[in-house]
Nanobody, 116 residues
């Protein structure tokens, strides 16, 4: 299992920005896909954004143009830049590391609250 630690969550007003960080215990270039998921109270966990080891990124429709997933210069960090935040973005955000055919690891989550 890959150890993952998220940080960067918090309380922000609508229209504001936050950057989430996910530090992995090994190089993310050895991991098939790194993803950010979120889970709001009473709802299922959903994929927000994903980046493959080859650098391809995908986003759920509701965050396209507002969120950006990227890899840090340090080879074990993935970021989620969130701009123009909306109240419906409020959730616990989780980092995931998927090694296909091997395992899928989760971080402990970080709370993002968008409220005035």
């Amino acid at each position: 299992q890959v150890q993952l630690v998220e940080s960067g969550g918090g309380l922000v007003q609508p229209g504001g920005s936050l950057r989430l960080s996910c530090a992995a215990s090994e190089s993310i270039f050895s991991i098939n896909a790194m993803g950010w998921y979120r889970q709001a109270p009473g709802k299922q966990r959903e994929l927000v954004a994903m980046i493959t080891s080859g650098g391809l990124a995908n986003y759920r429709d509701s965050v396209k143009g507002r969120f950006t997933i990227s890899r840090g210069d340090a080879k074990n960090t993935v970021y989620l830049q969130m701009n123009s935040l909306k109240p419906e973005d409020t959730a616990v955000y989780y980092c995931n590391a998927a090694r296909f055919g091997r395992d899928s690891s989760w971080g402990q989550g970080t709370q993002v609250t968008v409220s005035s």
